[in-house]
Nanobody
């Protein structure tokens, strides 16, 4: 079982930046794809995903060109750099671990059912 803990959320003005972090509890994390989802009132929305070695990344349409996902496997940590934040980015942001038995693709990355483990979330609030 993999446990993940998010951090880095907070309050920022529109146009500002935040960097979220997600730390995994096990070194086997380095073999898993990872993702960020977010949830405002309503459904949990796909934000971004990254392959086990960082070679492939996927983004939701609403964040393309503004958010960047990276990972540092030697630190069991992945990051979400969020630039040019908008009020509509306000949400709880969740880190998730992709099923290792499922290939990480553009389609699977965006499906909540592709992920086995989830963090508790970190809150991001963007004021206008």
């Amino acid at each position: 079982q993999v446990q993940v803990v998010e951090s880095g959320g907070g309050l920022v003005q529109a146009g500002g930046s935040l960097r979220l972090s997600c730390v995994a509890s096990t070194r086997t994390y380095t073999t898993y794809g990872m993702a960020w989802f977010r949830q405002a009132p309503g459904e949990r929305e796909f934000v971004s995903a990254i392959s086990w070695n960082g070679g492939d990344t996927y983004y939701g349409d609403s964040v393309k060109g503004r958010f960047t996902m990276t990972r540092e496997n030697n630190e069991n940590t992945m990051y979400l750099q969020m630039n040019n934040l908008r009020p509509e980015d306000t949400a709880d942001y969740y880190c998730a671990v992709h099923r290792p038995t499922l290939p990480l693709t553009d389609w699977s990355a965006a499906q909540r059912s592709s992920y086995d483990y989830w963090g508790q979330g970190t809150q991001v609030t963007v004021s206008s």
